[in-house]
């Protein structure tokens, strides 16, 4: 069926349900008007072989009486837009001229004599109903239909509101939806339950934004402090300031990590859209891996233009580069820019689970435990570019990761 909306397709099948009642009814008619008429013709036709003599002789009253007996009526001419069902050509003069017709809603007979003349006619009937009897059926079971459509769409019209609630909840999940709908059926308890969904979701998400507010200000200018006293010590001489230095880097990266992936999932965030070259993608993301140029091979074919938030999508890059350096087992990666792709290899051992798996905040593979980083490099990619309605591929083959990221919608 066409339609998406629950709603109309109930319309349309009670609109279905009484286009069928209407023509099954018509058709009904037809058939019983055409036995009504063959079974009155057959009626008339044993009249008239009855009454004949009678007319003959000018027994009239007979003819009368047997004519009353049969239901049928007198009438002084033949009604209008009459049709000719049977008429006898007989030439003999004692024999009467008969002449059996029907309209739409009668059935009668003439018959004519020399100078005596009689038409009668009766209302055609269809055994126990009659037609105006059928019709007035017809209308009262359309009626029926109407009533029980009208009740079914009453009935479904809370699902609408539910469906309002849930696609303005989706867009605004920060903010509790309520459904006022005082019923006693599984509707009301499903509007219930949603009341119930939208005050917990909507209390989470609060909360969520309130911790990576607290992490926001109240860890960074702290961890600030520390990476300053932590860089003085070193130049100090301190053995064990690199070490701490590198303590405090890890933790700045997860708190920046934490806040762009709260950004990204609390679906606020607004791209500044550019159009840029891949080349200057390209070094917005190396410039933070200064240290590890020697590392990194570049294989520029196509310096193809990309339009998107140049911040964001240089993080994703930052991210799929800082992944691949810190889990390659050869001297250096690969990073492949053309044809609307930009594709970064590595060397390492096959991941343990589907790629999917890793596409989820916080999940890193056994091996990985004793490595730093903390499982929310790919999340935010794959958030990045969902953003933008690019796409993020992945391929394993001959003993190297492929991961690619495709800027074509």
């Not at 994703?316 to 001297?331: C, G, H, M, P, V």
Request: proline share 3%.
């Amino acid at each position: 069926m066409p339609f998406k909306s629950l709603q109309a397709k109930v319309v349309f099948l009670f609109c279905l349900a009484i286009c069928f009642a209407t023509f099954f009814s018509y058709q009904v008619d037809k058939i019983m008007r055409k036995n009504e008429i063959i079974h009155s013709k057959s009626e008339i036709i044993y009249l008239v072989r009855t009454i004949t003599p009678n007319i003959i002789i000018n027994h009239f009253v007979s003819v009368k009486f047997a004519i009353d007996q049969f239901g049928f009526e007198r009438i002084s001419a033949l009604p209008k837009g009459y049709e000719i069902l049977y008429e006898n050509n007989e030439n003999s003069q004692n024999a009467p001229h008969i002449l059996i017709f029907n309209t739409q809603d009668s059935i009668g007979f003439q018959i004519t004599h020399k100078t005596y003349s009689i038409i009668a006619q009766r209302p055609i009937e269809y055994g126990f109903i009659g037609r105006g009897q059928l019709w007035f059926f017809l209308g009262f079971f359309i009626s029926v239909i109407i009533a029980l459509g009208l009740i079914v769409l009453r009935l479904l019209y809370p699902l609408r509101q539910i469906q309002n609630a849930i696609k303005n909840f989706s867009q605004h999940a920060n903010q509790a939806i309520y459904l006022h709908i005082k019923r006693d059926d599984e509707i009301g308890d499903l509007a219930q339950s949603f009341n119930a969904m939208s005050q917990k979701v909507s209390n989470v998400l609060l909360t969520k934004q309130l911790l990576l507010r607290s992490i926001g200000h109240e860890l960074k200018t702290p961890l600030a402090k520390m990476k300053l006293f932590v860089e003085v010590e070193k130049q100090n001489g301190n053995p064990s300031a690199s070490k701490f230095l590198d303590f405090v880097n890890d933790l700045q990266q997860l708190i920046d990590n934490l806040l762009e992936y709260g950004r990204l999932s609390s679906d606020k965030t607004k791209l500044n859209l550019q159009t840029f070259s891949a080349e200057t993608l390209a070094l917005k993301a190396l410039e933070s891996f200064d240290k590890s140029q020697d590392k990194i091979l570049l294989d520029f074919k196509d310096n193809f233009s990309i339009q998107g938030d140049l911040r964001l999508l240089s993080i994703a890059f930052k991210n799929l580069i800082d992944n691949a350096l810190k889990y390659n087992q050869a001297d250096s990666i690969t990073i492949t820019i053309a044809q609307h792709r930009i594709c970064v290899i590595s060397e390492s051992p096959p991941l343990n689970r589907a790629f999917s798996f890793y596409l989820e905040p916080f999940v890193r593979d056994a091996n990985h435990e004793t490595m730093p980083g903390h499982g929310l490099g790919l999340p935010i990619v794959n958030d990045i570019l969902n953003l933008h309605h690019f796409c993020l591929e992945y391929e394993y083959k001959d003993g190297k990761h492929y991961f690619s990221m495709i800027f074509k919608n």
